[in-house]
């Protein structure tokens, strides 16, 4: 074989291992910002983000824009001993682009929360779906777009079905809410029929 062809194929299998590496980093950075969330470490999750002007963070409860709304959004809230928010992330869907040095993501959100609210502890369940992107910055992946879709919020003692959905504050749009049926845009194609 060719000189020249063996330098294709390591070539080939170098950047197929460091997208592979990529792919692993991210679904740990994703993994690391839902553990971090479930205390609202907020100085944590902060420094998972971008310092880029177009980060954003869009959850059922606004849009923050910058690395100054990341800060808002996540900073300056004392978590009681008694609040809960465990968040499972599943189903991860990475797709890192060519060059290596952006990426999306999509996973579902399933958490069991207990929040204080009006003096009694209330007990729901979180259901949604994540569509992020993710940049490398100084050879870190980062969070650049974390956009929470909410499908669901329901008190624990009704389930969702008879209780479907929590108000959130008032939205400038309902992006998601079951029973509506309507589906978060995937940032990828069908793996089989490109459409």
Known sequence: MAQQELEKRLKTLEDSVRTIQDMEEIKQLQKIYGYYLEHWQGEQIIDLFSDAPDTSVELFKGVYL???????????RKVPPEELHALM???????VD??????????????????????????????GIYENEYVKEGGK?????LHWNRTFGT???DGWVKTPVLEPPKPDRINTAYPSGYIVPYHYKHPITGK
């Open 155 to 157: 008190p624990y003692e």
């Open 141 to 145: 992946w980062k969070f650049k777009k």
């Open 89 to 95: 992330q599943l189903s991860g869907v990475v797709d």
């Open 66 to 76: 910058g690395k100054d709304g990341v800060k808002r959004c996540f900073s300056g």
């Open 98 to 127: 060519p060059g290596g040095k952006t990426a999306k993501g999509r996973w579902y959100g399933f958490g069991c929360l207990a929040v204080p609210r009006d003096g009694v502890i209330r007990a729901t369940f979180e259901s």
